[in-house]
């Protein structure tokens, strides 16, 4: 909820220092329209996201894809080095669906990027998004995070909240779950 969310208050505190430690270490953020984005940013974003998959398919069913055309249609987000003008880390909103609402879709970021890069993405997003009079930014779901976990549950149910609880391997279905939490 934009309108709940006070980077000023007290127990913002953490978010605050996030977004201090990043500027004070040469870091910024920027928003772009997709119709902004040209074939040598496009480039660059796709050369972040292949780092980012590390060979793995995209997750299609829970997050956008990289596809340039796609990416065209919705702001992104960039968090770029001052020094060089790089960036490290994106994330793309999904096309709004009402006029108060938008979705955070595809997020990436280099391999060696600092400690709380998503976090200062998130949070200077949430800050946009408030300037613009937008009341809510979804973060997405956590997929399977609430399955199988009752008494009645189907076996099949069971069986996914297992792969929620160990398959770390393959995706990291409870870490993502904990980290949107914190927004909240």
Known sequence: DLEEFDIKSSKSRDFRNVLSR????????????????NDNLYDELSSISNEWLKGRNE?????????????????????????TNEV?????LMPKYDNKTYSLDLMRFKNDVPKNTMTFLILNLILYLQEQNYKLLNLGMAPL?????????HFRERIAHLVFKYGKEVYSFGGLRSYKEKFS
């Open 145 to 153: 995070s609430n399955v199988g976990v009752t008494q009645n549950a």
């Open 59 to 83: 997750m299609g069913f829970s997050l956008g894809f990289m596809d340039q055309f796609y990416l065209e249609q919705s702001p992104i987000g960039l968090v770029r080095k001052e020094e």
């Open 88 to 92: 490290i880390a994106f994330a793309s």
């Open 22 to 37: 990043f500027k004070r270490d040469g870091y910024y953020f920027q928003m772009i329209d997709g119709k902004d984005l």
